[in-house]
Structures are given as structure tokens and as C-alpha cells.
């Protein structure tokens, strides 16, 4: 590994929603699924279900101290879970899906529990935060099948967040951020732009390529009778191209 690079470990129940949000952030060069924290060497996905393992569910995120600080990785991280609950994550319950930020040094010890204590200290959540700060012990990458699951099956990925309940917790707690999607293809020339402008306004995306979602094609075309990339979705607003004045104006 380039001596620049650090990792982070995060566990926020299930590790299939918790791949894209980091995976978008410019400075993060990987993000793996896996299983943190227990005692049972190469676990399989079963035996970490069953929540005898120790195990969680987890990402460990490779990332550039020099583009992203490890304070954004834990506003990011943040903004995914429900970091009250005490029994799993939503729909997802057991020992397997509770959240934790597992620190590699002590400069990653002292900035998570300053987070914590000042999203704590923030009226954001009327219970206290659940989240456990621990040191990192173990990491296993999960099964491949398990690997970029958004990526490999959209559909299921979406029903997924959307019915065990994440969605509409992320929606309720943090507001539009969730709402932003970048429809993309992979010639596109301006998604670039339009990622770090969002990125630099720490506002979360979502990530689409068009070339390979029929019904996201299908659903821009009939809702704007144009297709074409980049197309940024604010809400219920589409911009055609990179036009950071009108994405500033909507995310207001």
C-alpha cells in the first residue's frame, strides 16, 4: 500500500448500503466489504449471521489523508446510520449489524470520540448515540457476491434501502442531501466537475449510469422527454449539464 494512504473502519449494519457513500468521495481509493472486530478467523457470511462470531458487518475504506480528512469520513459515515439503536440497524437487528468506528491509531481514537460527542451534543437525536468506538482488531473481506452489491444488482439494492426503512430514516434526519442524484455515463465529460462540486459542499449523491439502467433511462425520458449525461436531480428538479448556480439555488 502507497505509505499515503490511511484506512478507516466503519461498521453501520448492513455493508451493502454502506459501500456507495464512501465510494463517491474523491480521495477514497477503495471500499471493502467485510466483517470486523470478532474472533472467528475468515468468517463466512453465515457464521456472522448467526452473531456468534463477534463479527460486524463492515467497510474498511482506503483513502488519501491529503484529499479527504478522516473528519470527513465520519460525517459521511454519520449520515448513513441510526446511530441510536442500540439492537442492529433498521430492519436488520442482531449483534452482526451494530455500529462502531474502529480506529487504527490514537489521532483516529481522539477525532471520533470528539465527533461523537458533538453530534451528541447537537439536539440531532433526542436518545444518545449508541455507536461504539473500538479499537480495530480484525477485518475480513466478505464474498464476493457481496462486493459492490449496488453496483451489481441496483434494483435489489434499491428495494433493499428503501424498505428496510434506511431511506426514510436518512431522508427524515438529514433532508435533501439524500435527494441528489448524478445520472452519468462513462464518457461523460462534465460529471467530474459536478461530483467535486458536490463533494466540496459535503452534500451525498447518488451515483447512475445511464448507459447501464434501463429504468433510469426510461424514467428521465418520461419525466423530462430528454435524455442525455450529465443530468443532476435535486428533489423533484433535473439540471441538464454542469450549472453550479442552479445546483447551489435547489440545494438551498
Not at 49 to 68: C, F, M, N, R, W
Not at 193 to 211: G, N, Q
Request: aromatic content about 12%.
Amino acid at each position: 500500500m502507497d505509505k499515503k494512504l490511511m484506512v478507516a473502519t466503519f461498521a453501520g449494519g448492513c455493508f451493502w448500503c454502506m459501500q456507495p457513500p464512501f465510494q463517491q468521495i474523491e480521495g477514497v481509493t477503495a471500499v471493502v466489504a467485510g466483517y470486523a472486530g470478532g474472533t472467528k478467523p475468515n468468517p463466512s457470511y453465515e457464521e456472522v449471521s448467526s452473531g456468534t462470531t463477534g463479527h460486524l458487518e463492515a467497510v474498511q475504506v482506503t483513502y488519501d489523508p491529503e484529499k479527504i480528512s478522516f473528519e470527513k469520513l465520519l460525517d459521511v459515515f454519520w449520515k448513513q446510520i441510526d446511530p441510536t439503536d442500540q439492537e442492529g440497524q433498521f430492519a436488520d437487528k442482531g449483534s452482526q449489524y451494530s455500529t462502531a468506528i474502529f480506529y487504527h491509531n490514537e489521532e483516529q481514537k481522539r477525532i471520533a470520540e470528539s465527533s461523537k460527542k458533538k453530534l451528541n451534543e447537537s439536539g440531532k437525536f433526542k436518545k444518545s448515540l449508541a455507536t461504539e468506538i473500538r479499537p480495530y482488531t480484525t477485518f475480513y473481506p466478505a464474498e464476493q457476491y457481496h462486493q459492490n452489491y449496488a453496483e451489481k444488482k441496483p434494483r435489489e439494492y434499491q428495494q433493499y434501502k428503501k424498505y428496510s426503512g434506511r431511506e426514510a430514516f436518512i431522508e427524515k434526519v438529514w433532508g435533501t442531501a439524500e435527494k441528489v442524484k448524478v445520472y452519468s455515463t462513462p464518457r461523460c465529460h462534465n460529471c467530474h466537475e459536478i461530483k467535486e462540486f458536490l463533494t466540496a459542499k459535503h452534500v451525498e449523491f447518488e451515483e447512475i449510469d445511464l448507459a447501464s439502467n434501463a429504468t433510469a433511462r426510461a424514467m428521465i425520458i418520461e419525466k423530462t422527454g430528454h435524455l442525455g449525461a450529465p443530468i443532476v436531480q435535486i428533489g423533484n428538479e433535473f439540471i441538464f449539464g454542469y450549472d453550479p448556480k442552479k445546483m447551489e439555488s435547489l440545494l438551498k
